[in-house]
Nanobody, 122 residues
Framework: EVQLVESGGGLVQAGGSLRLSCAAS????????IGWFRQAPGKEREGVSCMSSKDGHTYYPRSVKGRFTISSDNVKNTVYLQMNSLKFEDAAVYYC???????????????WGQGTQVTVSS
């Protein structure tokens, strides 16, 4: 069973940086994708990044492109989301997810972590 555990969330001032971690276990193959999603109260869950293990391709929506970076450490079985120049609109619960092709739509992912809260203050 695939298990994902997010960590690294917390309170950060606007303009600051934060790095989220997703500890993964239970994968049965090397062909998969890891996505990062966020959901703020009253809003739909949106993808902020994904990475394909097959070719290493990464994707970002325009809202975070240039500010967020996804990376992985295979030795530690961990995927990271580096978030820079944080804005108020970035505040949300952030989730990592595992699934098939790398995409920014949540429906393509089978396994989800429990989420980690990111709060952005002035």
């Amino acid at each position: 069973e695939v298990q994902l555990v997010e960590s690294g969330g917390g309170l950060v001032q606007a303009g600051g940086s934060l790095r989220l971690s997703c500890a993964a276990s239970g994968f049965t193959g090397d062909d998969y994708a890891i996505g990062w999603f966020r959901q703020a109260p009253g809003k739909e869950r949106e993808g902020v990044s994904c990475m394909s293990s097959k070719d290493g391709h990464t994707y970002y929506p325009r809202s975070v492109k240039g500010r967020f970076t996804i990376s992985s450490d295979n030795v530690k079985n961990t995927v990271y989301l580096q978030m820079n120049s944080l804005k108020f609109e970035d505040a949300a619960v952030y989730y990592c997810a595992a699934g098939g092709p790398c995409e920014l739509q949540p429906g393509g992912y089978d396994s989800w972590g429990q989420g980690t809260q990111v709060t952005v203050s002035s």
